[in-house]
């Protein structure tokens, strides 16, 4: 192993994070989503993993090697470098690569952070200007900061779950939006970092929390509760703070969601249904009364919609100005024309699968200087070679 000075990141002529160096050092969703955001727009993304892989790799198995579903979505556009950090091979990579990198992304309890060297002094002792993303689940305070978690965390502790319940049974999403909100604010955080280090030369530690994500998304109805003890209990497919808002079932058996917030939408719902005595009732003046008294509008709201077919009756809802849209297995989500044209689900030539997968490019487009998807997810240590020569070092 040879030791000359360590190379910079590698020039990448697309996107503005072109020439930006990554370290991903996260697991499952917050830390490598992250990573992903930031490597599409252009940076050197490089995930390091254990030599046998990351447990995170083999969840939702589809390709030959069982690299799984949520692996490929969370580390496309990546490079894999596999080290064992206990090995002097290991360590003096990580020292080299780690002066290399202008961020280092990391979603891990406070301990195992300190004992991979990971923690932000140590960080700066190998590169002043160093950027730390430093994702927790429960914050950097507080009597359960050391404390594990994944998405549901976040759900459960800050009234989701219980608001989503019915009949006394909580109801937590199958959809980590936790988890994903965590990873754009980081990435948000990331990109501060990087302009105030271009401004001052000064790098810092970005903290985020699952707990903290969910805490922001749900803060309207928790300053509600804090100022006037709304105390509002389990709704269901129900809407919080208007109504009628609810799922309903059409003649065909399929389902749509209907949305009706302000007297305007409220209104024009009314005449469509045949219901325009509603807008007399002093029971739905306000948003607020209509959430009191909605189920006086459900029932109706349901026998009309099981008069018509799903797609037509939101094609109705929609050219009235209503919001409304049908409910989708994940197989109609895939077919859906308007899913299509939006050109986020786009195929890939993944090795070990004989298709194409599919990912999700980053839900946001810029369109001077647009993300794209350029690298298939790396196999475990496929750019061992190429990355520790690009740091002066000879892995044979």
């Known amino acids: 192993m040879s030791d000359s000075a360590p190379a910079s990141a590698p020039a990448n002529p697309e996107g503005p994070l072109s020439g930006i160096r990554v370290l991903d050092f996260g697991r499952y969703i917050a830390g490598p989503f992250c990573a992903a955001l930031l ?53 003096a990579a990580t020292r080299r690569l780690i002066a290399s990198a202008d961020i280092v992304i990391a979603n891990l309890p406070p301990a195992t952070l300190k004992k991979m060297g990971l923690d932000y002094d140590t960080l700066r002792a190998l590169r002043e200007d160093i950027i730390l993303i430093n994702l927790t689940a429960y914050g950097d305070q507080g009597p359960w900061h050391t404390r594990p978690g994944f998405d549901g965390v976040g759900q459960v502790m800050t009234g989701g779950a219980w608001l989503t319940g019915e009949n006394g049974t909580p109801r937590r999403a199958q959809v980590n939006w936790v988890d994903h909100l965590t990873a754009s604010n980081a990435a948000f955080g990331a990109v501060l970092a990087l302009f105030e280090r271009q401004r001052s030369g000064r790098g810092q530690e970005v903290r985020g929390a699952l707990l903290r994500s969910a805490l922001s998304a749900n803060a ?43 007297p305007t939408l409220f209104e024009r719902l009314a005449r469509l249904a045949g219901y325009p005595e509603w807008l007399e009732d002093p029971r739905f003046d306000t948003d607020e009364s209509r959430v009191v008294h909605e189920m006086a509008m459900l029932e109706p709201l349901a026998e009309w919609c099981l008069q018509q077919e799903r797609d037509a009756l939101v094609e109705r809802l929609c050219e009235a100005g209503i919001p409304a849209a049908p409910v989708l297995s994940p197989s109609e989500t895939l077919q ?55 740091l002066g070092l000879n892995a044979r």
Do not use: Y
Not at 352 to 375: D, K, Q, Y
Not at 377 to 383: L, R, S, V
């Open 39 to 91: 490597a599409e727009f252009g940076a050197d993304v490089i995930r390091v993993e254990r030599p046998e892989g990351g447990e995170d790799r083999f969840l939702m198995p589809i390709a030959q090697d069982g690299t799984g579903a949520l692996f490929m979505q969370m580390n496309r556009n990546k490079r894999s470098l596999a080290l064992d950090p206990k090995s002097d091979t290991g360590r």
């Open 220 to 262: 309207p109805t928790l300053i509600e509760q804090a100022t006037v003890q709304r105390d509002r209990q389990p709704c269901g497919n129900r809407g919080l703070g208007s109504a009628p808002n609810n799922l309903f079932e059409a003649r065909d058996g399929g389902w749509l969601v209907m949305q009706t917030v302000g």
């Open 336 to 390: 859906h024309p308007q899913v299509l044209a939006t050109g986020q689900l786009q195929e890939m030539a993944i090795p070990g699968m004989a298709t194409p997968g599919l990912v999700s490019a980053a839900p946001i487009s810029l369109l001077g200087t647009p993300g794209s998807l350029r690298r298939p997810p790396p196999g475990i240590g496929e750019h061992n070679d190429e990355i520790l020569a690009e």
